[in-house]
C-alpha cells in the first residue's frame, strides 16, 4: 500500500525536487528571482497554457490513444479568433466599432463560437477516422498534423495574423502576469496584512475550473469508467456492451474542446496567430501527460497529474531560463526527463523482462 501511494506521489516529489534544485542554482549562479511572487505568476500562467490541452490529451492517453495533431489544431483555432477580431465590423471606415457595444459584443461571441467549433471540428475529424478505418491513431493524427498546419497557413496567407489593438477585449488579458491589480480577474489577495499581495492570473483559474470538471467527468461518470476501459483493452470493453468507435469519436472531439480553450489562451498572452506556431507544441502536451504518470500503454492517467507535469515543465525551461541556459539544452534535459518517466512506467509493468529476471537471479546464476 505504501509502494502503490510513493508512485502516486512521484510526479509530485520530482516537481518539489526540481523547484529545491533551481532555487538553490538560482540562488549560487542566477540572481536569486526564482523563488519570487512575479516568478511564480509567470509559472503558474505559461503551465496554463500547457495543462488545459494536455487535459484533452489525458483522456485520449487514457482511451489508449495519441494525438499528434493537437499542436497545429491549437494554433490553428487561435489563427481563427486572430481572423474573426482583425475583421470585426468597424462603425466607419476609418474607426474601428467600440469594444463594448452590442455589435461587437455579438461578433465576439460568434467569434469564440467559431473557435470552439474548429477545434471540437479537428478532433471529431481525428476520431471518426481512427474509429472508422481502425488505422492506430499515432498515424492518423500524424496526417492531420500536417492538414490543420496547411489549413491554418491557408487561411493566415502563410503569416502572423495581426487583430487591432481596439479589437482586442480587455478581458483577454488572460495570461497577465504584471503589477496592474485591475488586469486580474479576482483582485489580488492581501496576506499577512499588507505586506505581501498575492495575484492570480485569470489564466489559472480557468485551468482549475477545466481541471474539476474533467476530473468529474473522469472519475464520476459512465462517460469516463467507459474511457478507462477500453484503454484497459478494447476488446473486453466491446464484450461488456460499450460502443467504443462512438466512445472514441467522442475522446477526441472532447479533447478538441480543450484545444480551442488552449487556442484560446495562446491568442490571450500573444495576442496574434501564427499557424507555424504549433508545430513541436503537441511534444510539451504530450509530456505534460507522461511526466504526471500517464500511461501511453493506455488505462491510467489523472487530470491532477497532468496539471504536476505541465508544472515540471515550466518549472524546467522557467529555471534554465534564469540561469542563462541555451534553449537547445532545455529542450535536451526535457527529453531526457521523458524518457526516465517513460522508463519508470514501463518497470511499474514488469517490463522489460530482461531486467527483472536479471535482479531476481540467484548468486549461483539459477532463476
Not at 252 to 271: C, R, S
Not at 276 to 303: F, H, N, P, Q
Amino acid at each position: 500500500m505504501l509502494k502503490k501511494q510513493l508512485w502516486k506521489l512521484g510526479p509530485l516529489l520530482a516537481f518539489f525536487a526540481i523547484l529545491v534544485f533551481f532555487w538553490l542554482a538560482d540562488r549560487t549562479w542566477g540572481q536569486g528571482q526564482f523563488i519570487s511572487a512575479r516568478n511564480f505568476r509567470v509559472m503558474m500562467s505559461s503551465a496554463a497554457l500547457i495543462a488545459v490541452p494536455a487535459f484533452g490529451m489525458t483522456i485520449i492517453i487514457i482511451s489508449g490513444g495519441i494525438d499528434l495533431s493537437a499542436g497545429t489544431a491549437l494554433t490553428l483555432c487561435g489563427t481563427v479568433l486572430a481572423l474573426m477580431l482583425k475583421h470585426a465590423p468597424v462603425a466607419a471606415p476609418e474607426t474601428l466599432l467600440e469594444s463594448g457595444s452590442m455589435q461587437f459584443t455579438l461578433w465576439m461571441g460568434f467569434a469564440l463560437l467559431l473557435m470552439v467549433l474548429t477545434g471540437a471540428g479537428c478532433g471529431m475529424v481525428n476520431g471518426t477516422l481512427i474509429s472508422a478505418t481502425k488505422v492506430v491513431p499515432f498515424i492518423v493524427t500524424l496526417g492531420t498534423m500536417t492538414i490543420y498546419l496547411g489549413i491554418g497557413q491557408i487561411l493566415s496567407q502563410e503569416s502572423t495574423v495581426y487583430a487591432p489593438k481596439e479589437n482586442v477585449p480587455d478581458w483577454l488579458n488572460l495570461c497577465y502576469t504584471g503589477s496592474n491589480a485591475e488586469n486580474y480577474l479576482i483582485p489580488p489577495v492581501n496576506l499577512f496584512g499588507s505586506e505581501i499581495t498575492f495575484k492570480i492570473p485569470s489564466s489559472v483559474f480557468i485551468t482549475l475550473f477545466l481541471a474539476f470538471a474533467a476530473g468529474v467527468l473522469m472519475r464520476y461518470t459512465v462517460f469516463g469508467r467507459n474511457i478507462f476501459a477500453i484503454g484497459s483493452s478494447e476488446s473486453t470493453a466491446r464484450l461488456c456492451g460499450i460502443n467504443a468507435p462512438l466512445t472514441i469519436t467522442a475522446v477526441y472531439t472532447l479533447a478538441g474542446f480543450f484545444v480551442a480553450i488552449g487556442g484560446l489562451l495562446y491568442f490571450a498572452d500573444v495576442k496574434n496567430g501564427n499557424p507555424s506556431d504549433g508545430t513541436g507544441k503537441e511534444l510539451e502536451i504530450i509530456a505534460a501527460v507522461v511526466l504526471g504518470g500517464g500511461s501511453l500503454s493506455g488505462g491510467r492517467g489523472s487530470i491532477v497529474g497532468t496539471m504536476i507535469g505541465a508544472m515540471i515543465i515550466t518549472a524546467i525551461r522557467n529555471g534554465c531560463g534564469l540561469l542563462s541556459i541555451p534553449n537547445t539544452y532545455t529542450l535536451i534535459i526535457i527529453g531526457c526527463i521523458i524518457i526516465v518517466a517513460v522508463v519508470v512506467d514501463q518497470l511499474r509493468h514488469g517490463s522489460p523482462e530482461w531486467f527483472f529476471r536479471m535482479i531476481t537471479r540467484n548468486p549461483r546464476g539459477n532463476s
